[in-house]
């Protein structure tokens, strides 16, 4: 038996006698690291564990098992412990401010840290923006001078080592978190995406309903930028209370802090959701979803950073809906009056 195969094997083990039971199809399966990655009676077990009122303390036998399979350094392991990342850094986020015991969240949170910080050496993660005052990025080539460093967009700052998580900077650490689940998202199993997703309406904590035929300008005639319809729905049931339809619960329950450290992993995440190759319905569903709920938070607390990001998804992922309907023949398009209906 490989090695990989030893710490797969031990790993199952461990789980069972937390979980008390594993389905006999995983145990005895040949390849049961892929199954613990996706097998929906195991996820599901791991969820509500996660989200028990006691779950994420020191003594936690769970957190503590998650945290020694991220420690294996087997990617198919670290996969198991980051799918499961949305619910770990929600709840935790949640309950910061209680005052209780997080331990185990937060060693499993300080070990993704960890992890990315040294895959990255620290450094920051930077884009070069093109320069809009030449005529094409080709011009750019010639003119080597110091204010090319100008065009340098940082996507993430560096990463400096840390072994606890203070109050500032837990959203850091939280957001580099949601990093490296970012980049390893086209692993990720879809379950766990389309979980982040419904995560995220209950982090914004506002109903969105109102922008789901938004078109990026207007709705129902009037300007979607202007926050006062928003902010007036809101007074009359509370702020954070969903006051229409089946979803009528107060959502306030698990609104958490959405400083740019975290806003900005989670849109990323969103953004592969919406417009990634996953043809899943169910996912780009959840994904609209939870950017109006962001863009509703966002108008809420009148963020300009965060309306300009989350109102720019939304038209981007109406545009990828858009893209995928197929034509109908019926329509004759014409570039005067786009789409004419026989």
Not at 174 to 197: N, Q, T, W
Not at 261 to 283: A, D, F, W
Request: glycine share 6%; proline share 5%.
């Amino acid at each position: 038996m490989s090695d990989s195969n030893s710490k797969v094997h031990s790993a199952f083990e461990a789980l069972s006698f937390i979980l008390g039971s594993i389905p006999l199809s995983v145990s005895s399966c040949e390849t049961p690291e892929s199954l613990l990655l996706h097998h929906p009676e195991i996820t599901k077990q791991i969820s509500n564990h996660l989200k028990l009122p006691n779950s994420g303390a020191g003594e936690n036998e769970l957190c503590r098992w998650l945290y020694n399979t991220f420690q294996s350094s087997d990617p198919t392991l670290q996969l198991v412990v980051l799918k499961f990342l949305p619910i770990i850094g929600g709840v935790y986020l949640s309950r910061a401010s209680l005052r209780k015991s997080l331990a185990g969240f937060e060693a499993i949170l300080l070990a993704i840290y960890a992890y990315e910080t040294t895959s990255r050496r620290g450094q920051a993660i930077t884009v070069n923006v093109p320069d809009l005052s030449h005529p094409s990025i080709y011009h750019e080539v010639a003119v080597m001078n110091s204010t090319t460093e100008l065009n340098l967009a940082i996507l993430s700052q560096t990463l400096e080592p840390h072994g606890t998580i203070r109050s500032t900077k837990r959203a850091r650490i939280v957001g580099v978190c949601f990093e490296l689940y970012y980049s390893k998202i086209a692993l990720i199993p879809l379950r766990s995406k389309i979980d982040f997703c419904e995560l995220c309406v209950i982090w914004a904590g506002q109903d969105g309903d109102m922008y789901e035929d938004e078109d990026g300008r207007k709705h129902n005639g009037e300007d979607i930028h202007d926050g006062s319809k928003q902010n007036a729905s809101t007074s009359e049931g509370g702020v954070g209370k969903i006051t229409k339809g089946k979803k009528g619960e107060d959502k306030k329950d698990g609104r958490i802090p959405l400083p740019w450290e975290v806003l900005q992993p989670v849109l990323r995440i969103l953004s592969h959701c919406l417009m990634g190759p996953t043809k899943s319905k169910e996912l780009k569903d959840a994904a609209s979803a939870a950017s109006r709920s962001l863009y509703a938070r966002a108008l809420h607390e009148v963020n300009p950073q965060a309306i300009l990001t989350t109102g720019s998804l939304l038209r981007l992922g109406k545009m990828a809906i858009d893209s995928n309907v197929e034509p109908d023949p019926t329509e004759i398009r014409d570039l005067r009056n786009p789409v004419i209906t026989l």
